[in-house]
């Protein structure tokens, strides 16, 4: 199938008084259609700014793309001029945020609001909207869509807020759905039914979706495929079982083990040790060589090549290379 987005060697970076931030350091990934792919990092690893540079949200300045393209459908949308860029936005690539507050405005009713996102990208008229934006508060799962359209966003809890958000995000059928930490802020039951609610509608509508999250927990129920970053790279990746079973990259065991398990009754987490590195001077070596308890020598003077696993499993990672275990030298005994 041919792929409905691809990312090729991207490099966003900041300016800041401190210097320069390089926030991402050559992503590549691609999508096909209908696909789910999870981009799982922590904090500061580069996941959002990636979504960012895809829907081309990157302030500039202070912010560069300094590097790459991102095609979708083929097209390069770094080329496009910002005027063409908005008849993509929110209709074929839409995204959600973290907090459903900022994506809604409080002084409209949410019927309002959705029937302005339909008419706002097709010509129709008013209770032609209106059928439309009833549809899609009964595809994300809301009681009496009728009653509640004349309700205003506080008058919704979190979880209602945020289908309305993801009913917002659909309402133009796009087909690409950017989700930024969707669940983040909602507790864990309602979190399982968002993504419930997401799988659901990639059934329904066949929409692809780039999920965004510091869980590793959250992807495995909808992820076809996951692709985990650190320090603005993607360091592993692969389907679902192949990073949930056969996981390479010490990174990502560590990120395994501090997702809680159900099947596991007496679970002991363990987070990993340190921080990731300062990105105004990127270590020119593996960026986790600093936490990694199998660090060897050559991890600290020479970035790793990328290692294939499998047709769809990718690691950066020197034990995986045959070069790293001539070579191998421990630098630390903390196993
Ligand atoms: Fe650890 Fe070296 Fe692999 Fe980096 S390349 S994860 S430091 S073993
Ligand atoms: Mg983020």
């Given at each position: ?95 959600i945020f973290?907090d459903p507050m900022t994506a809604l405005n409080p002084t409209l009713t949410v019927g309002n609001q959705l029937k302005e996102g339909v008419k ?6 008013n209770?032609?909207a209106e059928?439309?934006a009833l549809?899609i508060m009964d595809?994300v799962g809301i009681p009496n869509p009728k009653e509640r359209m004349k309700q205003y966003p506080h008058q919704f809890s979190g979880g209602m807020r945020q289908r309305i958000v993801i009913a917002m995000a659909?309402i ?13 802020a909602l507790?864990?039951?309602i ?145």
């Open positions: 199938m041919e792929n409905l987005l691809e990312v090729q060697d991207l490099h966003v970076s900041f300016s800041t008084y401190g210097g320069e931030v390089k926030a991402v350091r050559g992503v590549s990934f691609e999508l096909k259609k209908g696909e789910t792919l999870a981009i799982v990092g922590e904090s500061g690893c580069g996941k959002s700014v990636t979504s960012n540079s895809i829907m081309r949200l990157i302030p500039s300045p202070p912010g560069k793309i300094s590097n790459g393209s991102i095609r979708f459908k083929g097209r390069d949308l770094l080329k496009m001029k910002e005027k063409e860029m908005r008849t993509i936005r929110g209709v074929d690539i839409s995204m973290q706002q990208h097709q010509k129709v008229s209770s032609e059928k439309q549809n595809l659909l133009c059928e796009p087909e690409l759905l950017i989700a930024d930490e969707p669940t983040t507790d864990v039951t979190q399982a039914q968002i993504l419930d609610l997401f799988h659901e509608i990639q059934h329904k509508t066949g929409v692809a979706i780039i999920l965004i999250t510091h869980d590793l927990g959250v992807v495995a129920k909808i992820a076809n495929r996951i692709a985990v970053m650190y320090a603005g790279k993607i360091i592993e990746r692969g389907t679902k079982r192949e990073i949930f079973y056969e996981a390479e990259h010490p990174y990502t065991k560590g990120l395994l083990q501090s997702v809680p398990r159900l099947d596991l009754i007496e679970e002991h987490l363990t987070p990993i040790d340190g921080t990731p590195p300062d990105l105004f001077s990127p270590p020119v070596g593996c960026p986790f060589t600093a936490r990694c308890p199998y660090a060897m020598e050559v991890c600290e003077k020479v970035y790793p090549a990328t290692t294939h696993l499998g047709s769809s499993h990718q690691v950066d990672c020197w034990l995986q290379d045959e070069r790293g275990r001539l070579v191998a030298q421990p630098i630390k005994q903390k196993l």
